[in-house]
């Protein structure tokens, strides 16, 4: 099957709905980025981009020695910051980030930040 690229991260992402991705070349930079934020995996010296956040595998591949980024984490330093971060970024990284984290994980509590940004926005 051969995807235009605007089309082949939609299908990779909500489709097939890959988890990792073995580069950040031009083909990930091209059909990926503008459609999900991205973490990174470190699982016996290769180099992974995570494309979508699934707690209890990022433990289980720690628990296997794979270094990876702390989502919840960075997350948690992001709402710090929502308040003061303009309109644009957060109606930018917010889709991003719902594709990457918040339509699989449940975290209603770290979304809801989110929302009511979002509505203060659209007002």
């Not at 073995?22 to 992974?48: E, H, M, Q, W």
Request: glycine content about 4%; charged content about 35%; some cysteine.
């Amino acid at each position: 099957m051969q995807l235009e690229p605007a089309r082949a991260g939609e299908y990779l992402l909500d489709q097939r709905r890959i988890h990792f991705f073995l580069s950040a070349g031009r083909v990930y930079r091209d059909s990926l980025s503008r459609y999900a934020t991205i973490g990174k995996v470190t699982f016996d010296g290769n180099p992974l981009v995570v494309t979508h956040w699934d707690a209890k595998l990022m433990r289980e591949l720690r628990r296997r020695g794979a270094k990876c980024d702390d989502f919840e984490r960075v997350l948690d330093d992001y709402i710090v910051k929502l308040p003061f971060m303009s309109d644009s970024t957060v109606l930018t990284d917010y889709p991003r980030i719902r594709r990457f984290y918040f339509n699989d994980a449940g975290d209603s509590a770290r979304e809801a930040p989110f929302l009511r940004r979002i509505a203060e926005i659209r007002r």
